[in-house]
């Protein structure tokens, strides 16, 4: 079945051009509220969240009218994290959660994103019969099933509350300092109160939202200023979110920035060392550093690759059984307490550990030397097909042969912006960057 609204998190776009406009988000909610309305009876919900961007209220007005027009009874949680609407789907007992961003991305963009009643993401197979819906258009309800919007306005509060839960009981933050950058997004309340609640001394940036500087140089995709904050205050450890707050890119005291696949090596390796690592099995994407894998294997561990987006980490997790995975990016999931990516509890997790080992972030942060990585991108136009050029294919299987036993390559289209994303890995400098320019440079051309 074809997809062509939906991408590898939900649908996504600039604000007021297709697919993201306030009609065909008023189509989207009222086909999401049929195809989750497709058992007759009983009562039906849908919570709704969103980040700070100015395009917020528009897209939450219209899924309103989309899904109350088919008979779903609306909960407005306002500004809260991503992993806040995957937990309070299935304590709320609602049918569908939507969050209502695009995460890391500027702040004239939005999206929406789809949980389960059991608060996970769709499936591909539900996300497509859900667009095949609003393809077709959906009857209405009648007028005396319209369904009923109500604002809920404890939710981020009994997120916090179930976040803080997360830790060992007892343990105190008291004497740490800590720099939390919250990207002027959804967690811009949430991750300082929880921090302070929990007893550290909070210095907090990226909290002053106004609906266009969300992830405006800021927030773990621009961590430097967060970076700088840490040293200019003394301060143990920086923690940085993305506008929806379901990823983390933790900075030590010395302002050194550390990703997602470090934080990742330190969890499996403490879990393991716990025996709560399931199987002894991290999964990731492909984009995570050769070297975590190199790390996890000295270990006795294994690295269960899949492709790019936090969601098929998820599936995998789910259907397998294992409770640890993430991306390189930031996406930290642990399924025992948690149905997504969730920064927050990630930066709570690492917090734990330095007071449990008395060790500094710089020591708890590196836990192996990343194998060499380059990633550039190419954007490209509605209706381009750079892959498919001859010259490309022929950089591309050269750049293979050079890599063999030395490294790695991976080219794909990215499934939330319209960008070629090239990266490769090897220990020889160099040729790591020979390659890599020869193939954007064939890519440029081609667009």
Same mark, same amino acid.
């Given at each position: ?11 996504? +776009?600039? !604000? ?8 065909? *988000?008023? =189509? &989207?909610?009222?086909?999401?509220? $049929? %195809? ?100 077709? +258009?959906? !009857? ?8 009923? *919007?109500? =604002? &809920?306005?404890?939710?981020?509060? $009994? %997120? ?112 393991? *060392? ?174």
């Amino acid at each position: 079945m074809t997809r062509d609204l939906f991408g590898t998190d939900g649908v996504r +776009g600039t !604000a007021n051009l297709h697919p993201m406009t306030a009609e065909m *988000a008023l =189509r &989207i909610g009222a086909a999401a509220g $049929r %195809y989750f309305r497709r058992e007759a009876g009983g009562v039906h919900r849908v919570v709704i969240g969103k980040d700070t961007r100015l395009s917020g209220y528009m897209f939450e007005n219209a899924l309103t009218a989309g899904l109350t027009s088919t008979g779903m009874n609306v909960l407005l949680l306002g500004p809260v994290p991503t992993p806040a609407v995957g937990l309070l789907t299935p304590s709320m007992r609602a049918d569908l959660g939507i969050m209502i961003s695009a995460s890391h991305n500027p702040a004239d963009d939005n999206g929406i994103k789809f949980f389960g009643p059991d608060g996970f993401k769709l499936s591909d197979e539900a996300e497509s019969e859900i667009e095949a819906m609003v393809l077709a +258009g959906v !009857a209405p309800a009648q007028a005396g099933n319209i369904g009923r *919007a109500k =604002r &809920i306005d404890d939710g981020r509060f $009994r %997120y916090q509350e179930r976040i803080k839960g997360s830790l060992p009981h007892g343990l105190s933050l008291e004497g740490v300092k800590v720099v939390i950058d919250c990207a002027n997004g959804a967690a811009y309340r949430t991750a300082p109160e929880v921090l302070w609640e929990l007893g550290a001394e909070v210095i907090p940036l990226g909290t002053a939202p106004n609906g266009r500087n969300i992830n405006d140089n800021c927030g773990s995709t621009k961590p430097h200023a967060a970076a700088e904050a840490v040293v200019a205050h003394g301060a143990d450890v920086g923690i940085c979110l993305d506008g929806d707050a379901d990823r983390i890119i933790l900075i030590d005291e010395t302002g050194s920035i550390a990703d997602g696949d470090q934080l990742m090596a330190l969890m499996a390796s403490r879990w393991a *060392a716990e025996d709560r690592l399931k199987d002894g099995v991290l999964v990731a994407t492909v984009m995570s550093n050769l070297g975590l894998e190199r790390y996890l294997g000295g270990k006795g561990l294994r690295l269960e690759r899949t492709r790019v987006g936090d969601r098929y980490v998820v599936e995998a997790m789910r259907a397998n059984g294992w409770n640890l995975g993430g991306e390189q990016s930031g996406h930290i999931v642990m399924t025992d307490y948690a149905t997504t990516g969730d920064g927050l509890l990630a930066g709570l997790q690492f917090l734990a550990e330095m007071v449990q080992t008395g060790q500094p972030a710089s020591a708890l942060a590196r836990r192996f030397d990343p194998v060499p990585q380059l990633l550039k991108n190419v954007r490209f136009t509605a209706g381009q097909k750079p892959l498919d050029a001859a010259s490309v294919h022929s950089a591309i299987k050269h750049a293979e042969a050079q890599l063999v036993g030395k490294g790695r390559l991976l080219i794909r289209k990215s499934g939330t912006e319209p960008l070629i994303r090239v990266m490769a890995e090897c220990e020889d400098d160099a040729l790591l960057t020979q390659l890599v320019n020869t193939i954007v440079a064939e890519i440029e051309a081609a667009v």
